[in-house]
């Protein structure tokens, strides 16, 4: 009944998750890799996937809601597994985004060694892995960690922003490169922001306390657990 | 409200109370009254020999009551033999068709039956049987009280079975259980603690009639189990002896009332047993 | 891919000239619990109880069109033999009060004569309190009469006593609108477990009841079948107004 749907929409959510993983993976390898069929293959059929993954998710939201009237905890998971979906969405389409430009570069010489962007990636990658990890073991903690790191990245994205703007300024045919990377830089930061979201979601499905918008210094739970 | 009119008003509370205890303890008397003087009258007559000696002729000491006992345990055998499945029959068919010419019909005759002067069954039962077999005999009064204890046993199991849900019933037929089967073994089972009391209560009440044994058992002063003979029962012994002017007879009449009396407070006893322990609740 | 174990064509019952359920043409999938949901008097009783030819026993009743069992005409059957196969569990427990809890789960045996050994009958008890959830409260008490036991642990004996039959399709009359809610959850957590092995036909009025037990819906309103299909579309975006109506609250 409610507890097998709420188990069967969580693990529906955590396909999704893997899915997306594996997606910001291979446009990160098919970039510095320069392989094209990998890119390839997260837009034509990674995102279509996600895509479906998206709309079962929330068809079954919309259904236990429906037909089980969810109270407290459970409301919360179910409330929050829909915008955690909505979240994981548009990471993919973010992940399109960077396969997009990843393709154009690919065929073009490099304008500068990639190192930043792969970094970016990493840091990305782990803050998303480990936001879903939270909220899998239930754990506030962690959330709130993934929470923090969000300076992080932004900071990094602002570093490759300097970085380029200069190599745009002395050398005019490197600007469309350049703004492809800088589009990169942006998705990542993107799907830091969201992963950040999904953080602040699992904070809120397990103590009940919202610390969104900044309400962060005021929840005392997430600061002491 | 003052405290004047407030005591009054306790008052006359306690004083309702009062009469209706009196009254009821009033209504009481008779009955104890009858049971002493039945006690007190009878009860010296009483011995062994009294109910297995068959009576003697007026002068001889002693004699007994057995023919008149057996005699009233045969009549009402004849009696309950078709009248017990007959009433129960008739009371099922009238809990289940509350409506229609036959329910209708039934329910009159049964009520008109009830009403019937004990006499008057006496009666018929005379022109039915004792005319066409050519004399007094047991078959006829047992048939005279037969008739007698039809209505009450079918007033017992109508209002028994009215009494028991229709999702009983229900609950049989969803089973795949024939109509037939689940009277037999669902609602009669659950309604045998009102019709066993109603047909005990109709024996109490035919172990005392006298009326219609007069011209139907007519009495005898022998032993006798032919049915087809006249028999002796109690109460008729009790009618002859008590109006007869020979002493001896009026203290047999006596003791034979105080059987009577006993037997008729026994069937009440275990009616209330009866009753109490195959109770079902619904 | 559900196959379906009843269905009916064209399904028409009468009180007198009163139709009370209009053509309904419905399939019923198996082992799946199928909820018939609708307003007090819309016809969802009359309709179950053609299932299993219990409304033909009202006087004055008529039925129109046809029931399926497994493709089988059950009005071309003996009545006794579908009530075996399509069992019911009525909205007041009713189990026999002059028989033992024993008793009572092979009553349907006991009472239609068909004779059964002391193991088989034994195993038969074992086995159907067991699937109503019930083996371990009474398994000391099979030969005490059933009195002593709660309104649900009633139910739960009659729903034992209907599956001893061996049903194709156990219908369910507003099961739990006497019993408190306690017993009420202990008989819904029962039914997802009972579907497994036998299908439910549930009748209620209980919106929330139909949505959190059944996998497929049917709405009735005033005898006709105004939509059909599964609980979570339906309870979600009901194609018919008067379905959306109907849960929303407005009339019921």
Request: glycine share 6%.
């Amino acid at each position: 009944m409610l507890e097998e749907s709420l188990e069967e929409v969580k693990e529906k959510l955590l396909q999704s998750a893997s899915l997306i993983e594996r997606m910001m993976e291979k446009s990160m390898m098919g970039l510095t890799q320069r392989d094209e069929e990998v890119l390839l293959e997260v837009i034509e059929r990674d995102e279509p996937r996600e895509n479906e993954l998206e709309l079962e998710i929330e068809e079954t939201c919309i259904h236990v809601i429906a037909r089980y009237q969810p109270q407290a905890r459970d409301l919360r998971t179910i409330m929050m597994v829909s915008k955690m979906n909505n979240d994981l969405e548009r990471m993919g389409d973010e992940a399109v985004n960077i396969s997009e430009s990843a393709l154009f570069l690919i065929k073009r010489p490099e304008v500068k060694p990639l190192i930043d962007i792969p970094k970016m990636a990493e840091e990305t990658r782990k803050m998303l892995k480990d936001s879903l990890s939270s909220f899998m073991d239930e754990d506030p903690q962690l959330a709130k960690s993934v929470c923090e790191r969000d300076d992080i990245v932004d900071g990094l994205r602002d570093q490759i922003l300097g970085e380029l703007v200069t190599f745009m300024a002395s050398d005019p045919t490197t600007i469309e490169r350049s703004n492809h990377l800088i589009r990169i830089s942006r998705s990542l930061e993107r799907i830091a922001d969201l992963s950040t979201n999904i953080s602040e979601d699992v904070i809120y499905m397990i103590e009940g306390k919202t610390i969104r918008h900044g309400k962060f210094e005021n929840s005392k739970t997430a600061f002491e657990a | 409200m003052d405290r004047e009119r407030v005591k009054f008003r306790i008052g006359k509370d306690k004083a309702f109370m009062a009469l209706v205890i009196l009254l009821s303890f009033f209504s009481m008397v008779p009955l104890f009254l009858i049971l002493f003087y039945i006690m007190r009258n009878g009860l010296s007559s009483l011995s062994w020999e009294f109910l297995t000696e068959l009576s003697k002729p007026v002068g001889e000491v002693g004699g007994g009551i057995a023919n008149a006992i057996v005699g009233s345990f045969l009549l009402v055998v004849i009696a309950s033999l078709p009248a017990i499945p007959m009433g129960i029959t008739a009371g099922v068919y009238l809990s289940e068709h509350k409506r229609g010419r036959l329910s209708y019909l039934l329910r009159l005759a049964v009520e008109v039956l009830q009403g019937t002067p004990s006499i008057v069954i006496g009666i018929i039962a005379y022109l039915w049987l004792v005319i066409s077999m050519g004399g007094f005999s047991a078959l006829s009064g047992g048939v005279a009280l037969g008739i007698m204890m039809l209505p009450v046993i079918t007033r017992a199991t109508e209002e028994t079975l009215k009494l028991i849900p229709d999702s009983l019933k229900e609950a049989s037929l969803a089973l795949g259980v024939p109509y037939y089967r689940t009277i037999l073994k669902v609602i009669l089972p659950a309604g045998f603690s009102g019709i066993a009391t109603g047909i005990l209560i109709s024996l109490a009440r035919i172990a005392g009639e006298t009326a219609p044994l007069l011209f139907t058992a007519f009495g005898n002063p022998f032993m006798n189990l032919n049915i087809i003979k006249p028999v002796n029962a109690l109460p008729l012994l009790i009618y002859n002896y008590a109006t007869s002017p020979y002493p001896e007879w009026h203290s047999i009449a006596w003791g034979a009332s105080c059987v009577l009396i006993c037997i008729v407070l026994i069937l009440n006893f275990v009616t209330r047993i009866i009753a109490q322990r195959w109770k079902v609740q619904f | 891919m559900e196959s379906t174990v009843l269905r009916t064509a064209g399904l028409s019952a009468y009180f007198g000239d009163n139709r009370a359920v209009k053509d309904v043409t419905l399939s019923i999938p198996e082992k799946m619990v199928t909820t018939i949901m609708g307003p007090s008097g819309c016809g969802k009783t009359t309709l179950i109880r053609c299932f299993n030819r219990m409304h033909e026993l009202i006087p004055d009743s008529k039925v129109e069109g046809k029931v399926f069992l497994r493709e089988e005409d059950i009005y071309a059957m003996n009545p006794m033999i579908v009530r075996r196969r399509v069992g019911m569990v009525f909205q007041r427990p009713n189990p026999f009060p002059t028989m033992t809890i024993y008793d009572n789960v092979i009553a349907g045996y006991k009472l239609n004569g068909l004779e059964l050994s002391r193991a088989e009958s034994d195993r038969i008890v074992k086995e159907s309190l067991g699937k109503a959830a019930l083996w371990n409260e009474v398994k000391d008490h099979l030969r005490r009469k059933g009195t002593f036991l709660s309104g649900g642990q009633q139910q739960r004996l009659c729903i034992a006593r209907a599956l001893a039959m061996d049903p194709d399709v156990l219908l369910l009359d507003e099961p739990t609108s006497a019993l408190d809610p306690k017993a009420t959850a202990h008989i819904e957590t029962l039914m997802t477990e009972l579907k497994k092995t036998v299908t439910l036909i549930l009748v209620t009025h209980n919106i929330a009841q139909a949505g959190r037990v059944s996998d497929f819906t049917a709405f009735l309103y005033l005898g006709e079948l105004v939509e059909f299909g599964s609980t979570g579309q339906l309870h979600t975006a009901p194609r018919d107004k008067r379905t959306e109506e109907f849960l929303r609250g407005k009339f019921g």
